[in-house]
């Protein structure tokens, strides 16, 4: 009899221990999601002779990517979650994110990252905010995102904000809370060799209109030199069709004398659910540092995206950059002056 009560006990023992996990498996998710966006691009003047040059590339305003991410309720309101994001060249199959050498926050990777978008375990709750640990976007370029029609684009003959303020950093710390309308951030990131940094931003959003200010440190893995960036801008919807963005961001160091002031405008307009029209316009004034002057860089695109169902669209796109005065020569360009590039994307989600 003390036999069976000993194993009646050790079974119920071992069911308290099953108990909670399967709780938990009824509250948690996991998710397969990605992006695959090819473009087709032909660019003048993208050679040393001024030559035009056509390739096949990743996506124009988004690149392509392969995710996994999962939440589990904790319960009083308390989440725990992850993501694993990695960038995939669609051209090639290979991974995304590569960086020559270990510097401002980055590891050297030069093949590219398993996970390089982003690697993150985080918390959040209702009450107390959100809090993540990983390699993650920088708050900076989450603001800039939200005053500019497209967001970040994912090419650098259109994107101009994104190549000051970097876009992630490894070795973060980040914490948020809404307050109301308006949500305030904070991350630092510690250097482990490869440089340090940190950043701060507030964001307002009420009904149409949304305003956001952000700074961020970004410091040389040499120590020393620290890029400072100081940005602000706005979006408000005009009407249910139309949706207009202004922003602004300055670019300077503590010891080189590197200073941009960048301004940009842009404005979407649905003309049907379908057809989105976008056009956007950014100057870059550069002040001379190094072995250059002053200079310019000016950049101008329109775009046409329509979606064939809920997870797929076209689209088509125009741009013209133009370089003057002692404006350091973008890579993708042969020489100084001006570039044309026409883009044409197929973009599948799942």
Request: charged residues 15%.
């Amino acid at each position: 009899m003390q036999h069976f009560k000993n194993a009646a006990m050790r079974s119920m023992a071992g069911l308290a221990l099953v108990a909670p996990a399967f709780t938990f498996a009824q509250t948690s998710s996991q998710t397969l999601y990605g992006i695959m966006d090819v473009t087709v691009r032909h660019a003048s003047n993208a050679g040393a002779n001024r030559g035009g040059l056509t390739n096949v590339g990743d996506g124009l305003f988004g690149g392509s990517r392969l995710g996994f991410k999962g939440t589990e309720d904790l319960g009083g309101g308390t989440r725990a979650f992850y993501v694993l994001e990695m960038g995939i060249d669609p051209s090639t199959g290979l991974a995304q994110q590569s960086t020559a050498t270990a510097n401002y926050g980055q590891v050297a990777s030069a093949a590219g990252r398993a996970f390089g978008r982003e690697s993150l375990v985080g918390v959040s709750s209702d009450a107390l905010g959100v809090l993540t640990l990983g390699r993650q976007y920088t708050l900076a370029h989450q603001a800039a995102a939200r005053i500019q029609p497209m967001g970040n684009p994912n090419t650098d003959a259109i994107t101009v904000l994104s190549n000051h303020h970097m876009a992630r950093q490894d070795n973060m710390i980040k914490y948020a809370k809404d307050l109301g309308p308006v949500t305030l951030a904070g991350s630092v990131t510690l250097s482990e060799g490869n440089g340090r940094g940190s950043g701060l931003s507030a964001t307002y959003a009420s009904g149409p209109f949304e305003a956001v200010a952000y700074g961020q440190n970004l410091s040389a893995a040499t120590g020393g030199e620290t890029r400072k960036i100081r940005g602000a801008g706005v979006a408000y919807r005009i009407s249910t069709d139309w949706k207009a963005f202004l922003a602004y961001m300055e670019r300077s160091h503590e010891i080189s004398l590197q200073r941009n002031k960048v301004a940009s405008i842009g404005v979407n307009y649905s003309v049907t659910p379908l057809l989105t029209l976008t056009a956007s316009y950014t100057q870059d004034r550069q002040n001379a540092f190094a072995a250059n002057g002053s200079g310019d860089r000016k950049v101008a695109w329109v775009s046409a995206d329509y979606y064939l169902s809920k997870r797929t669209d076209v689209y088509a796109e125009v741009d013209r950059n133009r370089i003057d005065g002692g404006y350091v020569l973008p890579a993708f360009m042969g020489t100084r002056g001006s570039q044309t590039g026409v883009t044409v994307g197929l973009r599948h989600r799942f």
